[in-house]
């Protein structure tokens, strides 16, 4: 069974940092695109950040750029979300999801991703 599963987030001060993880089973990450949006109450899923499968070239929305790093695990099948400098306007759920493209990530929609994950709290106040 094909499965994208987040973890790491949590209560965080503003200022600081967490690492969320998404894991796949089912099929190799490296060959897809990947994106992490995120989803506050009342609001939109937005684009945070995405890497492409092919030259792993990344994308920042503005509002994160800077201080949010994307990467590929190393051999776990996994990509993480560096966020540092975390802001209140940061506390969403954070959802991370694949797409079997090749081609910059950024010309990816958000309707084209294959597969998501459950999410994972992200909540930043003091």
């Known amino acids: 069974q094909w499965q994208l599963v987040e973890s790491g987030g949590g209560l965080v001060q503003p200022g600081g940092s967490l690492r969320l993880s998404c894991a796949a089973s089912?099929?190799?990450?490296?060959?897809?695109?990947i994106g992490w949006f995120r989803q506050a109450p009342g609001k939109e899923r937005e684009g945070v950040s995405c890497i492409s499968s092919t030259n792993g070239g990344t994308y920042y929305a503005d509002s994160v750029k800077g201080r949010f790093t994307i990467s590929r695990g190393n051999a776990k099948n996994t990509v993480y979300l560096q966020m540092n400098s975390l802001k209140p306007e940061d506390t969403a759920v954070y959802y991370c999801?694949?797409?079997?493209?090749?081609?910059?990530?950024?010309?990816?929609?958000?309707?084209?991703?294959?597969?998501w994950g459950q999410g994972t709290q992200v909540t930043v106040s003091s």
């Open positions: 089912g099929f190799a990450l490296d060959y897809y695109g």
């Open positions: 999801a694949a797409v079997g493209l090749t081609g910059p990530c950024i010309d990816v929609g958000i309707t084209e991703y294959d597969y």
